[in-house]
């Protein structure tokens, strides 16, 4: 990436007891608006200023507190911080705030904020410090954060941006580069971001993405939901165990696999895509390409598709309705229903079996095709004209409808077995 002379400052907001400071940063639950609650109702505010190098690559590590990120000119390589302390008054915030030092450890690449206090000092655990620094670093630089409970907000450009957190939330915007990003129990949001390999993993939470570009993007999770709207990829993945997933206008090859949780797209086009679950139900609307959807036991409904549809549900119901090229649809127990709307052709066989559902499938009355019935049990109900019969008997039927054309065949053990003509269009 082209290397640029903005600055990125880097901001971090720490919050904690004062008295559980020991010469690094704890983590702590009071916020401020906790702090004016309890008798530390007086504030004193007091800054820091700290000049370090930084060649191409950083890394800031911490244990709490939000790690900020966003283009601003002017400043060179430094560490900005502000305390605010919390006492029942003046004088009690002021020997809070001043016996506090803070300073940077750097260990090769890594720039940990380290914060000392004057072990003379005795404070009132009701004391509370916040924290809040701010490091400009040049963009193009390659960044890597490391923090335990804390908050990650990226703006701006950057080489290559690798986060690792534990319960704290990250918030990135307008920003380039490669990504690898890491939470357990922290949200992820993405906003305006080009990159060529995105990668996030989270154990339960959130992860909602809007306006990616990118040639990869990975998405894992366990339980947290799954939120995607205007993604552009070669190919993107997603996976989770329990989360919901819900995709908007995605563009790209997609592999999209969840097991409890469903499963709903609105806008997919150019690629082909894969969606797996197994209890979770499988809602695709306005997707053009190839499509191949497999669940366990749940529905599987697609409307307004074009292109080439492979749909199985062991005992699910399918509904499928669109433009195909080819469609292949298959259920152990649960019901077909299909419609292959005008402008829908047979270059290559399609096919529709069910073991004990009924099938029912929608055609033109002059679509091109070999047209086969079949159920050994269930009834047969042709409303399509036929061109020529092929062959008959009691529970099979094959005719050819129109000229030419592959095979359409609808199968069932024991289900009922429909074909009926879809409205003209209009002229």
Known sequence: MHRSSTLIPIALTVLLPAWLLTGCMNQGDTSPDEARGLDAKFEIHKTYALDFQV????????????????????????????????ARNEVEARAVAEQVSISILKRGQTHQPKLSKNTDVSWNPRHVLVISYTAYVPA????????????????????????????????????????????????????????????IDTWSGKVDLTQIEARHLTVRTRDGDIRMEGIQAQKTLTRSSYGEMELAGLRGDLVAQNKNGAIDIIGL??????????????????????????????AIRIDDFRGEADLESLSGEIRVAGRFRQLRCSTKSGRIRARAEAGSQADRPWRFTSRFGEI????????????????????????????????????????????????????????????????????
Do not use: W
């Open 140 to 199: 193009g630089t390659s960044v890597r954060m490391r923090n335990i409970d804390g908050i990650h907000e990226i703006h701006g450009p950057f080489r290559g941006l690798y986060l690792t957190s534990r319960h704290g939330d990250i918030f990135i915007k307008d920003a380039e580069g490669n990504m690898s990003l890491s939470t357990r129990y922290g949200k992820v949001t993405l906003r305006h971001i080009a990159g060529e390999e995105i990668e």
């Open 55 to 86: 060649d191409d690559e950083l890394e800031m590590e911490t244990s709490t507190g939000a790690l900020r990120v966003f283009p601003l000119d002017g400043k060179g390589p430094r560490i900005e911080a502000e305390i605010t302390a919390f």
């Open 269 to 298: 086009t150019d690629g082909h895509h894969e969606l797996s679950t197994t209890f979770g139900e499988i809602r695709v609307q306005g997707a053009t390409g190839e499509l191949e959807a497999h669940t366990t036991s749940a």
């Open 360 to 427: 029912s499938l929608g055609l033109r009355q002059e679509f091109p095709c070999v047209l086969v019935l079949s159920s050994n049990t269930g009834d047969l109900e042709n409303k399509i004209p036929l061109r020529k019969i092929l062959s008959r008997d009691s529970t099979s039927l094959r005719g050819q409808v129109g000229i030419g054309g592959s095979e359409v065949r609808l199968s069932s053990a024991s289900g009922r077995v429909e074909v009926f003509p879809l409205a003209p269009l209009p002229r």
